[in-house]
């Protein structure tokens, strides 16, 4: 295990290697790139840099450059999950896996695309166990919901994993290596379809909506 002793990765490093695998089974051409989040970043990204091996995209929820407030939320998650001692600078692959930190910080994530009329519709205040006193335990329905998916997530990711590549999210500009955001953008060929969610905290609609903005302007057909 390398842990943090590995070079950080880009989105731009996950595409190389994607078209590498591509190339080793002969497809010439891709019918569509399609992606969210990360996913969407990626979708964009393999449009610029392989014009011609793509057909179309679709990116759902992502943006062209990160946005601040996004590499806040995702600064925050990884500091919570590296002051878990477990962690140990990533190397915990001998010892005791940090669960807590993993956990807070996918509870924080998780608070970051969702928004509160939909957290009021689903949940309210209603109490997890409306005979039992109040404590600082999970208490309302919401931080059980919130306890109850992160340990999901706990059990099926690793902790440097999540890192990685979320820091490979918050380097993410579609601009470097161009002059311009514009020209970075002007690089894809194909036709765009861009989607969002209006209640997605970490990646808000606007984002989408610049990059549609971007698209068109550079003579690409993109529907929103």
């Not at 393999?46 to 759902?60: E, G, K, M, N």
């Not at 962690?87 to 969702?114: C, D, K, S, V």
């Not at 099926?156 to 311009?180: E, I």
Request: hydrophobic content about 40%.
């Amino acid at each position: 295990h390398y842990g943090t002793t590995f070079p950080l990765v880009t989105v731009k490093d996950m595409i190389r290697s994607q078209f590498l695998v591509i190339n080793h089974f002969g497809i010439e051409k891709l019918h569509a790139s399609v992606g969210a989040s990360l996913g969407g970043m990626q979708s964009l990204l393999a449009a610029a840099l392989f014009p011609d091996r793509i057909a179309r995209i679709v990116s759902i929820s992502a943006c062209v450059r990160s946005h601040p407030s996004s590499i806040a939320v995702r600064y925050v998650q990884r500091r919570i999950l590296m002051s878990d001692s477990n962690w140990n600078n990533g190397n915990y692959y001998e010892g005791t896996f940090p669960h807590r930190g993993m956990r807070h910080a996918r509870e924080l994530g998780m608070i970051g695309y969702r928004s509160g009329p939909e957290w009021a519709e689903r949940f309210g205040t209603e109490r997890a166990n409306p005979n039992e006193s109040h404590s600082f335990c999970p208490d309302y329905q919401i931080e059980t919901y919130l306890e109850k998916k992160a340990e999901v997530f706990c059990n099926m990711y690793d902790p440097n994993s999540m890192l990685y590549l979320s820091k490979a999210m918050d380097m993410f500009d579609m601009s470097v290596g161009c002059n311009s955001l514009t020209e970075g953008v002007a690089r894809v060929k194909c036709p765009v379809l861009i989607l969002g969610v209006q209640s997605d905290i970490l990646f808000p609609v606007h984002q989408q909506r610049e990059a549609a903005k971007l698209l068109r302007q550079s003579g690409i057909f993109c529907f929103m």
